[in-house]
């Protein structure tokens, strides 16, 4: 890997912005998209889109990240000065306790933990079963609701995760928060760094929405905005592979995803037959993955007046907690198909995937 990609990495996983909160990535990704592009655009949303035109006919091909990470929202604010919150995206609850946050508010950013129950006060072979994220109770320190509130602190304030990304022992391997979907990005900014010079068979269109992980929400601004024939969104999903089992979808190591079905998008067949040939043309690893949860995708396609779409990412462990791992060939293996296909998708193409 060479230094400017791990250098980008560290950047986009440990900023933090959940969603609502994206200001700190987006101002980031369009300095660091504009050079890349010949124009920039960005929606009332908040999604930045970065255009390489093509002087020639072909296709309006988008690639699309999404900017927020899983957090929290203050809620409510206890006499005792600890805070009760919401949640921003999807939280195992067993992964959230003894946590260190960022608490995000009008005066200042201030460390903020995730509270737990000691094991000195649990009854004997008591267990915590049934825990919800409205039961738990964030800490800052705060003697009271008055301090706190002194403090700048209010409900509707953001709360998010705060770790450092480390490169693992083999050096095959890396720990961080936000993969989900931070990836996506530092993706399309590799991607479009290859692409420099480059002299693509299509408009192309990269960029990220925002609000992907409360709904699906700014896709469908992103669509409507910049218009493109074809979509692709690109993002991380969940591993499902730490004991060896077999026939679990969702492998790391094992190449970059196509992602066939999830509950909100079913990938066109002609479609995904181009993909298949873009990866083994290109000897690019790949594997496929079924998923219970929806991508961007699932909105993009809705728009205008369909718009074939399709999710490409990778896989990896422990999403939605502050300690995600994954691979580094994984991400090479997605990076180089964003850029086949990119490469690849001309007239001619488009036309044999919309059965003209």
């Known amino acids: 890997m060479e230094d400017r990609t791990w250098q980008r990495i560290q950047k986009y996983t440990q900023l933090q912005g959940t969603s609502g909160q994206e200001a700190n990535i987006a101002q980031a990704f369009r300095a660091d998209l504009t050079p890349l592009v010949d124009e920039v655009s960005q929606n009332g949303l908040g999604g930045i889109f970065g255009v390489k035109n093509n002087q020639s006919t072909g296709p309006r091909v988008m690639f699309a990240a999404h900017m927020d990470e899983v957090g929290f929202m203050v809620k409510d604010i206890l ?21 260190r946050f960022s608490l995000f508010t009008k005066n200042g950013v201030y460390p903020i933990v995730s509270a737990s129950v000691s094991p000195h006060l649990l009854a004997k072979d008591q267990a915590i079963t049934g825990l919800k994220i409205e039961d738990m ?52 900014l590799e991607a479009l760094t290859q692409l420099q010079g480059v002299a693509t068979p299509n408009t192309l269109i990269m960029g990220a929405n925002t609000q992907e992980e409360v709904g699906l929400r700014s896709a469908t601004a992103g669509v409507e905005q910049m218009r493109p024939d074809i979509y692709f969104a690109v993002d991380s999903s969940a591993a499902d592979d730490n004991r060896g089992a077999q026939g679990h979808q969702g ?106």
């Open 79 to 99: 006499p005792a000065g600890t805070i009760q919150v919401v949640a921003l995206g999807g939280w195992n609850p067993l992964a959230v306790s003894s946590q």
């Open 251 to 356: 492998k790391l190591d094992q190449g970059t995803l196509l992602r066939v079905y999830d509950p909100t998008l079913v990938t066109p067949v002609r479609l995904k037959e181009f993909l298949l040939s873009v990866a083994e043309d290109n000897h690019i690893p790949y594997q496929y993955f079924l998923s219970q949860g929806g991508t961007d995708a699932g909105a993009a396609q809705k728009a205008l007046q369909g718009v074939p779409s399709v999710a490409l990412g990778v896989a990896s462990r422990y999403i939605h907690t502050h300690e995600t791992v994954w691979s580094i060939a994984d991400f090479e293996a997605a990076q180089a198909f964003v850029v086949a296909i990119a490469k690849n998708l001309d007239q001619s193409n488009y036309e044999l995937i919309m059965g003209k």
């Open 137 to 188: 109770i964030f800490d800052a320190g705060f003697v009271d609701r008055e301090e706190a509130h002194e403090y700048g602190v209010r409900p509707g304030d953001f709360i998010v995760p705060d770790t450092q990304t480390t490169m693992l022992a083999n050096q095959k391997r890396v720990v961080s928060k936000a993969w989900d979907n931070r990836f996506g990005l530092v993706t399309l």
